[in-house]
């Protein structure tokens, strides 16, 4: 199941978008999960990283 689809059926306050997503642009995203939103009446904030940045905020999310 993709990170969509998970969106649909557990939706989420915060969506954190890497910029070198393979199959679809961050723009793409972004408009899928404005889509999702619109369809259930909810609201999902969206941040997008870049570059090196990227790397360094994953870790950040996933050190314990």
Known sequence: MGALQILEQEP???VVIEAEADDMTCSEIAEA???IDN???RFT????????SSVEL???FTQS
């Open 33 to 35: 999960i404005r889509d």
């Open 58 to 60: 994953s870790q950040a």
């Open 39 to 41: 369809e259930s009446a």
């Open 45 to 52: 904030y969206n941040i997008i990283v870049e570059g090196e």
């Open 12 to 14: 989420a306050h915060l």
